[in-house]
């Protein structure tokens, strides 16, 4: 899932724990809100911390040769 689908998760759980007065007799409106807003941001942490580490820049560990610096026997 990614960060559109995390605030997109976030802005109907809101709108179901907020927005609504539905009273069903088999499902608390308000609960399935609040779950999918905590999922919605667990998402958008967890994607985060993923996208973070992806854009870290690690120098090589061994010396870069080109074409023109290497010595052919």
């Known amino acids: ?6 605030i997109i998760l976030i802005g109907a ?10 009273k069903m007799d088999t ?3 308000d ?6 807003m905590i999922v919605g941001i667990i998402g958008v942490v967890v994607y985060a ?3 973070r580490r992806r854009r870290m820049v690690v120098p090589p ?4 040769v080109s074409e023109d610096e ?3 026997p």
């Open 1 to 6: 899932m990614g960060i559109g689908g995390c």
């Open 27 to 29: 499902v608390n409106v």
């Open 13 to 22: 759980g809101a709108i179901l724990a907020f927005a609504t007065d539905w």
């Open 61 to 64: 560990s061994t010396a870069v």
């Open 49 to 51: 911390s993923v996208a």
């Open 70 to 72: 290497r010595h052919y």
């Open 31 to 36: 609960l399935v809100g609040w779950i999918m």
